[in-house]
């Protein structure tokens, strides 16, 4: 039986991202977005024009900092995203050298989710490596089975900073 460690794991954004995706435009009022982030627990959304496409962010700091009726007037404008199959290494290294909360995810020029630096987080702390044959499970504990061996409590958590 071999003892060399399995290949490291290629963690894609798709496989950790949030996919309900609440998104207003430019002409939302400001007190909309209040309730949508005070009742959903967010503390942000992406902006789209009438035509889907991302012309900005707002989050509770631009409510909070900037006066203005509509979305449009206390936006941030200018956006960072990230494409779907992106490394969340990628997505680390954004949030941490822009100093933000959140990416907005895309598929060509479709928005279909939005990653975290939470994402990132719990993907850290819910990911377990079965120690016969490699497979990662998902889970707030570790599985009672590995699915592709069928090996038992044989799971080690993994111990790497998140994305690296």
């Given at each position: 039986?071999?003892?060399?460690?399995p290949?490291a794991?290629t963690?894609?954004?798709?496989?950790i991202?949030?996919?309900?995706v609440v998104?207003?435009t430019?002409?939302?009022p400001?007190?909309?977005?209040?309730?949508?982030l005070?009742?959903r627990?967010?503390?942000?959304?992406?902006?789209?024009?009438?035509?889907?496409r991302l012309?900005?962010?707002?989050?509770?700091?631009?409510?909070?900092?900037?006066d203005?009726?509509?979305?449009?007037?206390v936006?941030?404008?200018?956006t960072?995203?990230i494409p779907?199959?992106?490394?969340i290494?990628?997505?680390?290294?954004?949030?941490?050298?822009?100093?933000?909360?959140?990416?907005?995810?895309?598929?060509?020029?479709?928005?279909?989710?939005?990653?975290?630096?939470?994402?990132?987080?719990?993907e850290?702390?819910?990911?377990?490596?079965?120690?016969?044959?490699?497979?990662?499970?998902?889970?707030?504990?570790?599985?009672?089975?590995?699915?592709k061996?069928?090996?038992?409590?044989r799971?080690?958590h993994?111990?790497?900073?998140?994305?690296?």
């Amino acid at each position: 039986m071999s003892t060399t460690p399995p290949a490291a794991i290629t963690i894609r954004v798709r496989d950790i991202m949030s996919r309900y995706v609440v998104s207003v435009t430019e002409d939302t009022p400001v007190i909309e977005v209040a309730r949508i982030l005070a009742e959903r627990r967010f503390s942000g959304l992406p902006v789209l024009d009438h035509d889907g496409r991302l012309v900005g962010v707002v989050s509770d700091f631009d409510l909070l900092a900037r006066d203005g009726e509509t979305v449009g007037e206390v936006m941030s404008p200018d956006t960072v995203s990230i494409p779907e199959d992106a490394d969340i290494r990628t997505a680390r290294s954004l949030l941490i050298e822009q100093r933000l909360a959140r990416l907005p995810v895309f598929r060509g020029r479709e928005l279909v989710g939005i990653v975290s630096r939470g994402d990132i987080l719990r993907e850290f702390v819910l990911h377990w490596i079965c120690d016969v044959c490699g497979e990662v499970s998902r889970g707030k504990a570790p599985p009672e089975r590995c699915w592709k061996c069928g090996t038992a409590d044989r799971f080690r958590h993994e111990r790497q900073h998140p994305g690296m």
